[in-house]
Each structure stands twice: as C-alpha cells, then as structure tokens.
Nanobody
Framework: QVHLVESGGGLVQAGGSLRLSCAASGRTFSTDVMGWFRQAPGKEREFVAAISWSAGTYYFDSVKGRFTISRDNAKNTVYLHMNSLKPEDTAVYYC???????????????????WGQGTQVTVSS
C-alpha cells in the first residue's frame, strides 16, 4: 500500500523557517515528479513547488526565493525548506506524487495520484 507521510509542520513567527519532509513508502518514487501543495481555510488547494526525477524544480511565484524543494531518492523522501515565512503562508501543506510524469511538473492537483494527509504550518505575525 502506498503512503506519503508529511512531517515538520508547526507554529513559527514571521521571518522564521521550517523544513517539511515527505516520506514515501509502498513503491519507489524516484522516477516520479513530486509536488507540494497547500490549502488555507476557505481557499482552494494551490500549487507550491515541484521537483522532477532529475531534480529540476518549479515554484509558485509567491514562494520563489524563499522555498526550496529537494529530494533524496535513496530515502524515498522529499523536502520543502521554507525560509522568510509570512502569515499568508499559513496553510495545511500536502505532499503529492505524479506517477505518470518524470520531467513535466504539473501545477494541477488533479494530475497527482498519491497524496499525504497534510501537515499544518502556522505563521504568526
């Protein structure tokens, strides 16, 4: 059975940093595009960042220069390093895998096949 498990969320002050982790199990994800999405209360789920099998990356404009996505294929784990956090970054963050893509990094949630349960990130002002 396939599982994606996020961790590392929490409460942080504006300007602070967090590192989210997404541990995958049940199959290898080393050739999948992996993505991070977030959903704030009352809002739709939105794309944050994605990484291809060869570590190419793509970011939502509002997080460019502040967030970094990375992966460790040996550990079947994807990370999201978040710096200079802002209150508007507050959301539940989800990890996702697109098993049909290795290089094309979609920003559409409906193109991702596997999802974690999410981890809450709260940024106080």
């Amino acid at each position: 059975q396939v599982h994606l498990v996020e961790s590392g969320g929490g409460l942080v002050q504006a300007g602070g940093s967090l590192r989210l982790s997404c541990a995958a199990s049940g199959r290898t994800f080393s050739t999948d595009v992996m993505g991070w999405f977030r959903q704030a209360p009352g809002k739709e789920r939105e794309f944050v960042a994605a990484i291809s099998w060869s570590a190419g990356t793509y970011y939502f404009d509002s997080v460019k220069g502040r967030f970094t996505i990375s992966r460790d294929n040996a550990k079947n784990t994807v990370y999201l390093h978040m710096n200079s956090l802002k209150p508007e970054d507050t959301a539940v963050y989800y990890c996702a895998a697109d098993r049909w893509a290795s290089t094309y990094m979609s920003t559409r949630a409906d193109e991702y096949d596997y999802w974690g349960q999410g981890t809450q990130v709260t940024v106080s002002s």
